[in-house]
């Protein structure tokens, strides 16, 4: 028997007791570390949001949204001038066009709905030909004669990549895709779209009057974006007749710091005519509620640890007033104040290991859902738009959900906030055993505080 | 051995000073076996928690063995505690979740006997004093009164001290026992020559030894 086995030991002398405060300690700790984990999941999205967004310009044609608005496309000169301004690093264009039914052989996979009867209602007969002009001359842009079916988006891009919802690569279901550089009359044709017209890898249609090949079959989570047809660039600008227009350009800055500086450049050279925006401030919008997470999580790691300690701070203090007469009889037959001390510090050392060790255990087990739980509550929360999921009324003015604009930047976001993956790191865990240790010694300093006071003449009265 | 010089000891309390001590003058041979008796109140425990160090006069001094105890450093007076201090209680004060065994083990600890001898010599000690080999394993709570202070006792001459102060040992045992019980301090204090000071109500047992003190209001009124 010593100071430390005595410790322990008087650690279990009321299991019950002792069992209590284990496990109201354990419940806090393990607060602590899953707190712990999601700040820093959080934290971590965050960064990864903020970085691959933050390099990122969008150049939209003043007046085009998608496929929607009205106004003229970017010209060869404006793409040009984006390309040739500094910073750029590389670009990738698009101009987005649609297909009636008199355009092409091939049926929307969206319904009208009453969303798209009501965007149809403005209809006055006319309609794109090919080589239409449509897309160019504004006011005609949103009709189509037949009223009972939604269109078919026509993206033409140099990197189909552009249409992935989640801004990763575009997910080819089957097939190969398609070299955005070329002008062949080649397409990828998304899931809907090609289920609704039994399409497949090699397939062909008509569109435009010309024979288009299907070079693969796309699929995103996005039932807009799945009535699509991507094809090179070129192709789409020689179907259409609008040689050099695109509606929309995404140019790559060097470096982050760089973004404003090119975003103000870009502005002044191709004037009013074009949108200039960059996600970095969009990103930063959409973060906000993620960082309020974060922020919440940091207040609940530090409540955790308050609450922590006063638990260990009143268990001891109860079990030190309790064992007042003992703590005299041991100082009054020569225990010194460093070994009576000495036992109460191992005592509650004990009771905070073992809490501490069920608590990170149970930490490690709900930090995971914890945290996706919180990250799911901050998606609902912030300014995301979230689609229609069955794409039903889905239709020509939709705001959101363009191939290579805006939309995709927020779609993006969306899927990356949701995604957000509680990651235990080993830095996480070593903090949490550091903040249970700075616990357990504020709760071993105020009993040995009280003891040391405790007069050894105290075991000579009679109670 | 002993020697109490001038001795005052006067608390501090809300309602006032208490005088619990005053002006006390008293010596004690080596091996003695003093009584001290007197009414409830009148100073008999405060005056031996001062021969015990447990708590420091406020005037006058204590010399055991020549050392002034009110000049001691807090270090030096656990130590004190330790080796020269045995102490007895009436409430026996043994500590509830350590076994006979090893309530006598604590004290040889803090009275430095080395980690390996501590067993056998605590088994020996309580022994002597009257405890079967089964008895020392149990937790004190599952032994009798007269049980408890027996490994009390064998906890207090456990570092060989120059010195037993109990404060009413038998207080809480019916005559007989506490007749053993007092048998056993007697004993002891023959067989090694140890100085017993013992706080009792019992004339009886004040009768028989060496020397008595009666405290009345703080102060020594006879010494016999
Ligand atoms: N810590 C203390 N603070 C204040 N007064 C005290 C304290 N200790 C003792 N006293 C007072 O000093 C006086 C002597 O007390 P003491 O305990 O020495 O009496 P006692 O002779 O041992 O009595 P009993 O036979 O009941 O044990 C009493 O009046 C008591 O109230
Ligand atoms: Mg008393």
Redesign the interface.
Known sequence: ??VVS?GI??AT?SPLRGGAIVLMLAISIGLVLSMMVARSSVQTKINDVLASAGTKVTINAAGINGFAGGGNPLTADNVTTIKNTAHVASISSTLTDQLGSTDTNLQSSLELGSFGERQNRFSDGSVPTPPADSTSNGSSTTTDRQTMRSRINVTGTTNPNVASVNGGTLVIGSGKTIDGNSSDLVALIGQNLATKNNLSAGSTFTAYGKTITVNGIYSTDNSFTDNGIIMPLATVQNLTGQPGAVTSVVATIDSSENVDSTVSALKSKLGSSVDVTSEAAQAENSVSALKGIASLSLAGVIGAAIAATAIILLAMILIVRERR??IG?????????F?VIGQFVVESLTITIIGAVVGLALGVLVSGPMTTALASSSSNSSTVIISNGSGSTATVARPAGDFGGFGRGLNQLRTNITNVTASLTPQIFLSAMGITLAVAIIGSLLPAWLIARI???E????? | MLAVKNLTKTFNTPGGDVMALRDINFAVDRGQFVSIIGKSGSGKSTLLSMLGALDTPTSGSLEVDGVDLAKLSSRQQTSYRAKTIGFVFQQYNLIPNLSALENVMLALEFGGTKPASRRDEATRLLKQVGLDEQEIQRKPTRLSGGQQQRVAIARAIANSPALILADEPTGNLDSETGQKIFDLLHKLSRSKNTTIIAVTHDLDIAGKTDKTFMLKDGKITTKQ
Request: glycine share 8%.
């Open positions: 028997m010593n005595r030991k008087n002398r007469r003992e009889v041991l100082k009054a037959i020569g225990g010194s104040n070994k007069r050894p003449a075991v000579l009265r009679t109670e």
